[in-house]
């Protein structure tokens, strides 16, 4: 059997990432990244080639990893040689994979981040909003603290959507499923004035007519990006 030196592995794989898997070229980065980490490693402990990466040297590599890196770089970097050792057992450049057992650290779970009522309020008041675009602004901050919306649910919503009467919208969330959002009388105020007001001056601007909520400065569809 031909033994291919870390060079030409990393080589070949780096043109799987590419061609076969057509990952970004970002992606690519980065997972080449954290294998050259690995050989970095395997150099300066003169452990050979990956090839010869036993499931000792694998428990090693953490063990080293865990004084140099936060645990969720250490699960990104053994994640991308775990992928590498996978894709050469596929192929039957090794037998094992030497990283599929190794225990990773587990990431600690931060509390969520949250803003008090009186600091969104005061955010609100200081959007400007005497124009359409800065009125629409602050419809959409009213809407995503508001009702609890996610970005994507907030740009996909629809005037039809929209129940004044019941106070209520319809979100078709993750997964296709819909669900019913009720809306605090500010919320409603608020949707009303830019609907009658502000979104009309936006809408004139675009060639084509749609029904979606929130439109930008041409007058069309507002995407993530843009919020």
């Keep these: 059997m031909v033994i291919l030196s870390n060079q030409e592995l ?98 600690g779970k931060r509390l969520p981040k949250f803003i008090y009522e009186d600091e969104m309020i005061d955010f609100l008041n200081n959007i400007d909003s005497s124009k359409p675009i800065g009125f629409r602004n602050k419809t959409i901050f009213e809407m995503l603290y508001g009702c609890g919306l996610r970005v994507s649910e907030l740009t ?17 969330g993750k997964g296709s499923v819909d669900r019913i959002v009720p809306m605090h009388n500010f919320a409603v105020k608020t949707m009303k004035e830019y609907l009658l007001n502000a979104r009309p001056l936006l809408k004139v601007r675009s060639d084509y007519d749609n029904d979606y909520v929130f439109i930008n400065h041409r007058g069309n569809q507002l995407t993530t990006r843009g919020v």
Aim: glycine content about 2%; cysteine-free; hydrophobic content about 35%.
């Design 10 to 107: 990393i080589e070949k794989y780096q043109d799987y990432l590419t061609n076969e898997k057509q990952y970004s070229e970002n992606t690519v980065i980065s997972y080449i990244g954290d294998i050259n980490s690995l050989v970095n490693f395997l150099n300066n402990e003169d452990l050979g080639e990956l090839v010869f990466t036993t499931n000792r040297i694998a428990k090693f590599y953490v063990a080293y990893l865990h004084n140099q890196f936060d645990p969720k770089s250490i699960r990104r970097k053994i994640s991308s040689v775990r992928t590498l050792f996978d894709y050469l057992q596929e192929n039957e450049i090794v037998r094992d994979n030497p990283f599929k057992n190794v225990v990773l650290p587990k990431v």
């Design 156 to 172: 996909n919503l629809k005037i039809k959507e929209i129940d004044f009467v019941k106070q209520e919208i319809l979100i078709h």
